[in-house]
Protein backbone atom coordinates (compact mmCIF):
# COMPACT_ATOMS: atom_id res chain seq x y z
CA UNK A 1 0.00 0.00 0.00
CA UNK A 2 1.30 3.51 -0.72
CA UNK A 3 0.56 6.40 1.33
CA UNK A 4 0.91 10.01 0.45
CA UNK A 5 1.66 11.53 3.48
CA UNK A 6 5.69 12.15 4.19
CA UNK A 7 5.72 12.34 7.93
CA UNK A 8 4.22 8.78 8.94
CA UNK A 9 6.08 7.56 11.59
CA UNK A 10 10.01 6.34 10.95
CA UNK A 11 9.51 2.99 8.59
CA UNK A 12 12.28 0.29 9.97
CA UNK A 13 13.81 -2.02 7.64
CA UNK A 14 11.30 -0.37 4.61
CA UNK A 15 12.07 -2.29 1.17
CA UNK A 16 13.58 0.03 -1.32
CA UNK A 17 15.33 -1.42 -3.42
CA UNK A 18 18.37 0.76 -3.84
CA UNK A 19 19.84 3.88 -1.76
CA UNK A 20 17.74 5.77 -4.22
CA UNK A 21 15.41 8.74 -3.58
CA UNK A 22 13.12 8.63 -6.31
CA UNK A 23 12.48 5.03 -5.30
CA UNK A 24 11.00 5.90 -2.27
CA UNK A 25 8.95 7.93 -3.91
CA UNK A 26 7.49 5.67 -6.16
CA UNK A 27 7.42 2.83 -3.08
CA UNK A 28 4.77 5.52 -1.75
CA UNK A 29 3.23 6.52 -4.69
CA UNK A 30 4.40 10.06 -4.18
CA UNK A 31 7.52 10.21 -7.36
CA UNK A 32 6.41 13.52 -9.10
CA UNK A 33 4.20 12.41 -12.64
CA UNK A 34 2.22 14.65 -15.36
CA UNK A 35 -0.75 13.16 -17.28
CA UNK A 36 -1.05 15.12 -19.85
CA UNK A 37 -3.66 12.96 -21.41
CA UNK A 38 -4.54 13.31 -25.56
CA UNK A 39 -5.11 16.23 -27.44
CA UNK A 40 -3.26 19.60 -27.47
CA UNK A 41 -1.44 20.69 -24.80
CA UNK A 42 -1.76 24.36 -23.51
CA UNK A 43 0.91 26.86 -23.66
CA UNK A 44 3.10 26.68 -21.04
CA UNK A 45 6.07 28.17 -19.79
CA UNK A 46 9.31 27.68 -21.41
CA UNK A 47 12.73 27.86 -20.51
CA UNK A 48 15.36 28.80 -23.50
CA UNK A 49 19.18 28.56 -24.13
CA UNK A 50 21.68 27.14 -21.66
CA UNK A 51 24.76 26.42 -22.32
CA UNK A 52 28.20 24.88 -20.69
CA UNK A 53 31.66 25.54 -21.79
CA UNK A 54 35.00 23.96 -20.61
CA UNK A 55 37.82 26.20 -19.23
CA UNK A 56 41.26 25.62 -17.79
CA UNK A 57 40.22 24.30 -14.55
CA UNK A 58 36.56 23.45 -14.38
CA UNK A 59 33.58 24.03 -16.57
CA UNK A 60 30.87 26.41 -16.60
CA UNK A 61 27.38 26.67 -17.22
CA UNK A 62 25.10 29.54 -18.32
CA UNK A 63 21.54 30.58 -18.94
CA UNK A 64 19.28 33.34 -20.23
CA UNK A 65 17.00 34.73 -17.68
CA UNK A 66 13.96 34.09 -19.93
CA UNK A 67 10.89 31.90 -19.90
CA UNK A 68 7.98 31.86 -23.10
CA UNK A 69 4.32 30.82 -23.07
CA UNK A 70 3.64 30.83 -26.47
CA UNK A 71 4.33 34.21 -27.74
CA UNK A 72 4.01 36.00 -24.64
CA UNK A 73 6.90 36.12 -22.09
CA UNK A 74 5.89 34.19 -18.87
CA UNK A 75 8.71 34.96 -16.99
CA UNK A 76 11.51 37.32 -16.83
CA UNK A 77 13.99 36.04 -14.47
CA UNK A 78 13.72 32.28 -14.43
CA UNK A 79 17.11 30.37 -12.98
CA UNK A 80 17.77 27.81 -15.32
CA UNK A 81 21.42 27.29 -13.87
CA UNK A 82 21.59 25.52 -10.36
CA UNK A 83 24.00 23.78 -8.28
CA UNK A 84 23.06 20.20 -8.22
CA UNK A 85 25.89 19.21 -5.20
CA UNK A 86 29.33 20.68 -4.32
CA UNK A 87 31.33 19.50 -7.40
CA UNK A 88 28.62 19.44 -10.15
CA UNK A 89 25.82 21.69 -11.95
CA UNK A 90 22.46 21.39 -13.84
CA UNK A 91 20.53 23.52 -16.04
CA UNK A 92 17.91 23.06 -17.48
CA UNK A 93 15.45 23.96 -21.19
CA UNK A 94 11.93 23.03 -22.05
CA UNK A 95 8.64 23.04 -19.96
CA UNK A 96 9.70 24.96 -17.22
CA UNK A 97 7.46 23.57 -14.57
CA UNK A 98 8.01 20.39 -14.88
CA UNK A 99 11.71 21.12 -15.23
CA UNK A 100 12.28 23.20 -12.16
CA UNK A 101 10.94 19.68 -10.18
CA UNK A 102 13.40 17.39 -11.88
CA UNK A 103 16.25 19.55 -10.79
CA UNK A 104 14.97 19.80 -7.50
CA UNK A 105 14.39 15.79 -6.87
CA UNK A 106 17.96 15.54 -8.67
CA UNK A 107 19.32 17.72 -6.16
CA UNK A 108 18.03 15.93 -3.67
CA UNK A 109 18.64 12.54 -4.87
CA UNK A 110 22.39 13.25 -5.24
CA UNK A 111 22.08 14.61 -1.46
CA UNK A 112 20.50 11.39 -0.27
CA UNK A 113 22.50 8.93 -2.13
CA UNK A 114 25.56 10.95 -0.26
CA UNK A 115 23.95 10.61 3.21
CA UNK A 116 22.93 6.87 2.80
CA UNK A 117 26.23 5.23 1.38
CA UNK A 118 28.73 7.56 2.71
CA UNK A 119 30.29 8.60 -0.59
CA UNK A 120 29.16 10.95 -2.99
CA UNK A 121 28.51 8.99 -6.66
CA UNK A 122 31.13 9.51 -9.07
CA UNK A 123 30.34 11.89 -12.18
CA UNK A 124 29.69 9.34 -14.42
CA UNK A 125 26.88 7.99 -12.09
CA UNK A 126 25.55 11.33 -11.92
CA UNK A 127 25.02 11.95 -15.54
CA UNK A 128 23.54 8.05 -16.25
CA UNK A 129 20.82 9.04 -13.31
CA UNK A 130 20.21 12.10 -15.06
CA UNK A 131 19.49 10.15 -18.14
CA UNK A 132 17.58 7.89 -16.32
CA UNK A 133 15.41 11.05 -15.16
CA UNK A 134 15.02 12.27 -18.43
CA UNK A 135 13.95 8.68 -19.75
CA UNK A 136 11.32 8.68 -17.34
CA UNK A 137 9.32 11.38 -18.85
CA UNK A 138 9.38 9.91 -22.43
CA UNK A 139 5.82 9.47 -22.83
CA UNK A 140 5.00 13.31 -22.06
CA UNK A 141 8.03 14.42 -24.19
CA UNK A 142 6.20 12.87 -27.22
CA UNK A 143 3.08 15.19 -26.22
CA UNK A 144 5.26 18.43 -26.58
CA UNK A 145 6.30 18.36 -22.93
CA UNK A 146 10.11 18.26 -23.13
CA UNK A 147 12.62 19.15 -20.72
CA UNK A 148 16.01 18.38 -21.85
CA UNK A 149 18.93 19.23 -19.13
CA UNK A 150 22.72 19.94 -19.19
CA UNK A 151 24.98 18.58 -17.14
CA UNK A 152 28.35 19.90 -16.13
CA UNK A 153 31.01 18.82 -13.25
CA UNK A 154 34.35 18.17 -12.04
CA UNK A 155 35.30 14.54 -11.50
CA UNK A 156 37.65 14.08 -8.78
CA UNK A 157 38.97 10.86 -10.29
CA UNK A 158 40.49 12.16 -13.40
CA UNK A 159 41.16 15.85 -12.08
CA UNK A 160 39.40 17.70 -14.86
CA UNK A 161 35.68 19.18 -15.84
CA UNK A 162 33.36 17.24 -17.97
CA UNK A 163 29.96 18.09 -19.78
CA UNK A 164 26.90 15.82 -20.72
CA UNK A 165 24.36 16.14 -22.92
CA UNK A 166 21.14 14.87 -23.45
CA UNK A 167 18.47 13.92 -25.55
CA UNK A 168 14.57 12.95 -24.87
CA UNK A 169 15.21 9.50 -25.05
CA UNK A 170 17.76 9.21 -22.39
CA UNK A 171 20.75 9.99 -24.48
CA UNK A 172 23.54 10.81 -22.76
CA UNK A 173 26.58 12.31 -24.17
CA UNK A 174 29.87 13.23 -23.31
CA UNK A 175 30.99 16.67 -24.73
CA UNK A 176 34.27 17.57 -25.32
CA UNK A 177 34.61 21.39 -25.39
CA UNK A 178 31.07 23.64 -24.94
CA UNK A 179 27.24 22.25 -25.46
CA UNK A 180 24.32 23.85 -25.67
CA UNK A 181 20.05 23.35 -25.70
CA UNK A 182 17.44 25.39 -26.19
CA UNK A 183 15.89 27.28 -28.97
CA UNK A 184 18.56 29.51 -28.67
CA UNK A 185 21.17 27.06 -28.58
CA UNK A 186 21.71 26.67 -32.01
CA UNK A 187 22.99 30.22 -32.14
CA UNK A 188 25.13 30.48 -28.98
CA UNK A 189 26.66 27.26 -30.20
CA UNK A 190 28.19 29.04 -33.53
CA UNK A 191 29.16 31.65 -31.37
CA UNK A 192 31.41 28.84 -29.02
CA UNK A 193 32.69 27.32 -32.05
CA UNK A 194 34.49 30.61 -33.34
CA UNK A 195 35.11 32.07 -30.13
CA UNK A 196 35.86 28.88 -27.57
CA UNK A 197 39.67 27.69 -27.38
CA UNK A 198 41.94 25.62 -24.99
CA UNK A 199 43.03 26.72 -21.79
CA UNK A 200 40.34 29.70 -21.28
CA UNK A 201 40.82 31.45 -17.87
CA UNK A 202 37.95 31.94 -15.45
CA UNK A 203 37.01 35.63 -16.65
CA UNK A 204 37.39 35.20 -20.07
CA UNK A 205 35.17 32.42 -19.53
CA UNK A 206 32.80 34.13 -18.09
CA UNK A 207 33.00 36.43 -21.10
CA UNK A 208 32.27 34.09 -23.65
CA UNK A 209 29.29 32.39 -21.98
CA UNK A 210 27.49 36.13 -22.15
CA UNK A 211 28.80 36.37 -25.53
CA UNK A 212 26.92 33.50 -26.48
CA UNK A 213 23.70 34.23 -24.69
CA UNK A 214 23.79 37.69 -26.25
CA UNK A 215 24.12 36.40 -29.59
CA UNK A 216 21.62 34.06 -28.76
CA UNK A 217 19.39 36.49 -27.79
CA UNK A 218 19.72 38.38 -31.09
CA UNK A 219 18.22 35.69 -33.22
CA UNK A 220 16.09 33.75 -31.13
CA UNK A 221 13.19 35.70 -29.85
CA UNK A 222 12.81 33.26 -26.60
CA UNK A 223 15.80 34.32 -25.02
CA UNK A 224 16.28 36.92 -23.13
CA UNK A 225 19.52 39.34 -23.28
CA UNK A 226 20.80 40.97 -20.23
CA UNK A 227 18.85 43.62 -19.08
CA UNK A 228 21.17 46.38 -17.85
CA UNK A 229 18.06 48.83 -16.87
CA UNK A 230 16.26 46.31 -14.83
CA UNK A 231 19.30 44.52 -13.84
CA UNK A 232 18.44 41.32 -15.23
CA UNK A 233 21.49 38.92 -16.17
CA UNK A 234 22.58 35.35 -17.26
CA UNK A 235 22.64 33.13 -14.04
CA UNK A 236 26.01 31.44 -14.32
CA UNK A 237 27.67 28.73 -12.31
CA UNK A 238 31.17 27.68 -12.57
CA UNK A 239 32.54 24.32 -11.39
CA UNK A 240 36.36 23.82 -10.51
CA UNK A 241 38.18 21.44 -8.07
CA UNK A 242 37.07 24.00 -5.47
CA UNK A 243 33.40 23.14 -6.00
CA UNK A 244 30.58 25.05 -7.54
CA UNK A 245 30.27 28.78 -7.43
CA UNK A 246 27.12 31.06 -8.70
CA UNK A 247 28.35 34.21 -10.21
CA UNK A 248 26.71 37.06 -8.58
CA UNK A 249 24.61 39.78 -10.24
CA UNK A 250 27.47 42.56 -9.63
CA UNK A 251 30.31 40.75 -11.51
CA UNK A 252 27.89 39.71 -14.12
CA UNK A 253 27.10 43.66 -14.33
CA UNK A 254 30.47 44.51 -15.16
CA UNK A 255 30.77 41.61 -18.13
CA UNK A 256 27.06 42.38 -19.52
CA UNK A 257 27.66 46.01 -19.57
CA UNK A 258 31.60 45.10 -21.68
CA UNK A 259 29.85 42.52 -23.82
CA UNK A 260 26.50 45.20 -24.89
CA UNK A 261 29.25 47.58 -25.50
CA UNK A 262 31.44 45.49 -27.95
CA UNK A 263 28.16 44.39 -30.24
CA UNK A 264 28.58 45.69 -33.48
CA UNK B 1 0.61 -30.68 26.77
CA UNK B 2 2.69 -28.30 27.88
CA UNK B 3 1.26 -24.72 29.35
CA UNK B 4 3.39 -21.60 29.19
CA UNK B 5 4.75 -20.17 32.23
CA UNK B 6 3.24 -17.25 33.20
CA UNK B 7 5.84 -14.21 33.04
CA UNK B 8 4.45 -11.13 34.86
CA UNK B 9 4.64 -7.96 32.92
CA UNK B 10 7.16 -5.79 35.33
CA UNK B 11 9.63 -8.76 35.08
CA UNK B 12 8.48 -8.88 31.06
CA UNK B 13 9.88 -5.31 30.43
CA UNK B 14 12.84 -5.88 33.22
CA UNK B 15 14.37 -8.31 31.51
CA UNK B 16 14.17 -6.49 27.93
CA UNK B 17 15.13 -3.68 29.64
CA UNK B 18 18.27 -5.07 31.06
CA UNK B 19 19.44 -7.56 28.41
CA UNK B 20 18.97 -3.82 25.99
CA UNK B 21 20.94 -1.56 28.81
CA UNK B 22 24.11 -4.85 28.80
CA UNK B 23 24.41 -4.06 24.64
CA UNK B 24 24.73 -0.25 24.90
CA UNK B 25 27.01 -0.32 27.81
CA UNK B 26 29.33 -2.50 25.69
CA UNK B 27 29.50 0.12 23.18
CA UNK B 28 32.25 2.41 22.54
CA UNK B 29 31.66 5.93 23.87
CA UNK B 30 30.21 9.08 21.69
CA UNK B 31 30.70 12.55 23.33
CA UNK B 32 28.67 15.30 21.95
CA UNK B 33 29.30 18.64 22.61
CA UNK B 34 27.58 21.76 21.94
CA UNK B 35 29.93 24.70 21.45
CA UNK B 36 29.91 27.88 20.66
CA UNK B 37 31.16 26.75 17.22
CA UNK B 38 28.83 24.41 16.59
CA UNK B 39 28.44 20.82 17.98
CA UNK B 40 30.85 18.47 17.91
CA UNK B 41 30.79 14.49 17.94
CA UNK B 42 33.44 12.41 18.74
CA UNK B 43 34.06 8.86 19.41
CA UNK B 44 36.60 5.70 19.12
CA UNK B 45 35.87 3.94 15.41
CA UNK B 46 38.93 2.21 14.25
CA UNK B 47 36.25 1.31 11.10
CA UNK B 48 36.67 3.99 8.45
CA UNK B 49 33.50 2.83 6.67
CA UNK B 50 31.10 1.58 9.64
CA UNK B 51 30.13 4.86 10.70
CA UNK B 52 28.36 5.77 14.17
CA UNK B 53 28.18 9.62 13.58
CA UNK B 54 26.70 10.74 10.34
CA UNK B 55 24.98 13.91 8.57
CA UNK B 56 21.14 13.34 8.62
CA UNK B 57 20.50 17.16 7.14
CA UNK B 58 21.61 20.64 6.70
CA UNK B 59 21.83 20.90 10.65
CA UNK B 60 21.05 17.89 11.96
CA UNK B 61 23.30 15.21 13.00
CA UNK B 62 22.58 11.81 14.15
CA UNK B 63 24.69 9.33 16.69
CA UNK B 64 24.51 5.83 18.18
CA UNK B 65 25.98 3.50 20.29
CA UNK B 66 25.06 -0.45 20.36
CA UNK B 67 24.77 -2.89 17.87
CA UNK B 68 26.05 -1.17 14.37
CA UNK B 69 23.31 -2.63 12.39
CA UNK B 70 20.44 -1.39 14.69
CA UNK B 71 21.84 1.98 14.62
CA UNK B 72 22.41 2.06 11.28
CA UNK B 73 19.23 0.99 10.42
CA UNK B 74 17.89 3.64 12.31
CA UNK B 75 20.14 6.05 10.86
CA UNK B 76 18.60 5.17 7.65
CA UNK B 77 15.48 5.23 8.17
CA UNK B 78 15.88 8.96 9.92
CA UNK B 79 17.74 10.17 6.86
CA UNK B 80 15.16 8.98 4.35
CA UNK B 81 12.03 10.80 6.81
CA UNK B 82 14.46 13.75 6.98
CA UNK B 83 15.11 13.58 2.58
CA UNK B 84 11.16 13.27 2.15
CA UNK B 85 9.77 15.49 4.64
CA UNK B 86 12.20 18.64 3.03
CA UNK B 87 11.24 17.78 -0.41
CA UNK B 88 7.05 17.04 -0.15
CA UNK B 89 7.51 20.59 1.98
CA UNK B 90 10.38 22.91 2.90
CA UNK B 91 13.95 22.29 3.93
CA UNK B 92 13.28 24.40 7.15
CA UNK B 93 10.47 22.19 8.18
CA UNK B 94 12.88 19.08 9.24
CA UNK B 95 13.49 19.52 12.36
CA UNK B 96 15.44 17.59 15.21
CA UNK B 97 12.10 17.58 17.22
CA UNK B 98 10.10 16.00 14.40
CA UNK B 99 12.56 13.30 13.92
CA UNK B 100 13.42 12.49 17.86
CA UNK B 101 10.00 12.01 18.14
CA UNK B 102 9.54 9.14 15.59
CA UNK B 103 12.55 7.39 16.65
CA UNK B 104 11.18 7.63 20.28
CA UNK B 105 7.52 6.31 18.51
CA UNK B 106 9.69 3.41 16.75
CA UNK B 107 12.17 2.05 19.79
CA UNK B 108 9.26 1.88 21.54
CA UNK B 109 7.19 0.03 19.95
CA UNK B 110 10.08 -2.42 19.11
CA UNK B 111 10.83 -2.58 22.55
CA UNK B 112 7.27 -4.01 23.58
CA UNK B 113 6.47 -5.80 20.12
CA UNK B 114 9.24 -7.37 18.58
CA UNK B 115 11.22 -10.41 19.68
CA UNK B 116 14.07 -8.53 21.24
CA UNK B 117 14.50 -4.91 21.78
CA UNK B 118 17.20 -2.97 19.80
CA UNK B 119 20.50 -2.57 22.30
CA UNK B 120 20.86 1.10 20.89
CA UNK B 121 21.10 4.19 22.42
CA UNK B 122 21.01 7.47 19.94
CA UNK B 123 21.25 10.94 20.28
CA UNK B 124 19.71 13.65 17.38
CA UNK B 125 21.20 17.02 17.52
CA UNK B 126 20.43 20.19 15.37
CA UNK B 127 22.32 23.28 15.47
CA UNK B 128 20.63 26.93 15.69
CA UNK B 129 21.96 30.21 15.45
CA UNK B 130 23.44 29.97 19.03
CA UNK B 131 24.37 27.42 21.31
CA UNK B 132 21.56 28.29 23.59
CA UNK B 133 18.94 27.50 20.91
CA UNK B 134 20.84 24.14 19.72
CA UNK B 135 18.66 21.50 20.28
CA UNK B 136 20.07 17.92 21.42
CA UNK B 137 17.29 14.76 21.77
CA UNK B 138 18.33 11.41 23.72
CA UNK B 139 16.74 8.05 22.72
CA UNK B 140 16.82 4.80 24.59
CA UNK B 141 16.32 1.50 23.52
CA UNK B 142 12.70 1.56 24.84
CA UNK B 143 11.70 4.85 23.16
CA UNK B 144 12.40 7.35 26.00
CA UNK B 145 12.77 10.33 24.50
CA UNK B 146 14.91 13.09 26.94
CA UNK B 147 16.39 16.51 26.09
CA UNK B 148 20.05 16.17 27.05
CA UNK B 149 22.37 18.42 27.79
CA UNK B 150 24.93 20.59 25.58
CA UNK B 151 27.51 18.30 26.66
CA UNK B 152 26.64 14.05 26.90
CA UNK B 153 27.86 11.03 26.72
CA UNK B 154 26.59 8.23 25.18
CA UNK B 155 28.05 4.25 25.76
CA UNK B 156 30.87 2.86 27.78
CA UNK B 157 32.13 5.07 30.97
CA UNK B 158 29.39 7.46 30.68
CA UNK B 159 29.53 8.95 33.90
CA UNK B 160 33.16 9.41 34.38
CA UNK B 161 33.64 10.36 30.81
CA UNK B 162 30.43 13.28 31.67
CA UNK B 163 32.79 14.25 35.49
CA UNK B 164 35.74 14.42 33.34
CA UNK B 165 34.62 16.75 30.42
CA UNK B 166 32.32 18.57 32.67
CA UNK B 167 35.55 20.58 34.42
CA UNK B 168 37.12 21.44 31.08
CA UNK B 169 34.12 22.20 28.56
CA UNK B 170 32.35 25.71 28.31
CA UNK B 171 30.46 26.56 25.87
CA UNK B 172 33.22 29.15 24.63
CA UNK B 173 35.65 26.71 24.21
CA UNK B 174 37.30 26.88 20.72
CA UNK B 175 35.95 23.54 19.16
CA UNK B 176 40.15 22.04 18.76
CA UNK B 177 40.41 21.96 22.48
CA UNK B 178 37.04 20.26 23.03
CA UNK B 179 38.32 17.48 20.57
CA UNK B 180 40.83 17.19 22.35
CA UNK B 181 39.60 17.30 25.96
CA UNK B 182 36.92 14.31 24.37
CA UNK B 183 39.47 12.47 23.21
CA UNK B 184 41.89 12.51 26.49
CA UNK B 185 38.74 11.54 28.32
CA UNK B 186 37.86 8.87 26.42
CA UNK B 187 41.35 7.24 26.61
CA UNK B 188 41.40 7.59 30.17
CA UNK B 189 38.47 6.02 30.37
CA UNK B 190 39.41 2.85 28.62
CA UNK B 191 42.59 3.39 30.23
CA UNK B 192 44.42 2.95 26.32
CA UNK B 193 46.10 4.96 23.72
CA UNK B 194 44.20 5.46 20.99
CA UNK B 195 45.65 5.59 17.51
CA UNK B 196 45.28 8.99 15.99
CA UNK B 197 43.44 7.89 12.87
CA UNK B 198 41.01 5.53 14.95
CA UNK B 199 38.75 8.67 16.00
CA UNK B 200 35.26 9.16 14.04
CA UNK B 201 34.25 12.90 14.05
CA UNK B 202 31.10 14.50 13.08
CA UNK B 203 30.91 18.10 13.02
CA UNK B 204 27.71 20.59 12.64
CA UNK B 205 29.39 24.11 12.24
CA UNK B 206 27.87 27.16 13.03
CA UNK B 207 28.54 29.32 10.01
CA UNK B 208 25.54 30.02 7.23
CA UNK B 209 26.01 27.25 4.27
CA UNK B 210 23.00 24.84 3.78
CA UNK B 211 25.14 21.89 4.94
CA UNK B 212 26.60 22.40 7.77
CA UNK B 213 27.62 18.68 8.79
CA UNK B 214 31.39 17.75 8.39
CA UNK B 215 34.45 15.27 9.52
CA UNK B 216 37.32 16.32 10.90
CA UNK B 217 40.59 16.12 8.68
CA UNK B 218 43.59 13.77 9.86
CA UNK B 219 45.34 16.98 9.55
CA UNK B 220 42.94 18.79 12.22
CA UNK B 221 42.58 16.16 14.52
CA UNK B 222 46.35 15.69 15.11
CA UNK B 223 47.16 19.22 15.39
CA UNK B 224 44.41 19.31 18.06
CA UNK B 225 45.87 17.23 19.62
CA UNK B 226 49.54 18.24 19.96
Known sequence: MTSHTPVGPLRIGEHVADASFLSILQERGMAPAWDAGVGATPHLAEATTVLALTWADG??????????????IAHRRVRKVYPADEHSAVAISGTAGMAVELIKLFQTELEHYEKIEGARLSLEGKANYLARMVRGNLALAFQGLIVIPLFCGYDEATGTGRLFSFDVVGGRYDELNYATTGSGGSEAKSFLKSAWRPDLSREEALKIAVEALVAAAEEDAATGGPDIKRGIYPNIVVVSAEGVAEIQDDALAGIAETVLEGRP | MSMPFYVPPEQLVKDRADFARKGVARGKPIVVAAIDDGILLVSENSSPSLRKIGEVYDRIAFAGVGRFNEFETLRVAGVRYADLKGYSYARSDVTAKGLANAYSQTLGQIFSH???????????????????????????YDGTLRDADGLTVLGAGEEEITRVLTGSVASDTPMPVVFAAACDAIERAADREIAP????????????TRRTFRRLTLAEMTAARQ
Not at chain 1, 59 to 72: E, I, K, Y
Not at chain 2, 114 to 138: G, N
Open chain 2, 114 to 140: EVKPYEVDIIVAELAATVDEDKLFRIQ
Open chain 2, 197 to 208: DAWETGFLERTD
Open chain 1, 59 to 72: VLMAGDRRATAGNV
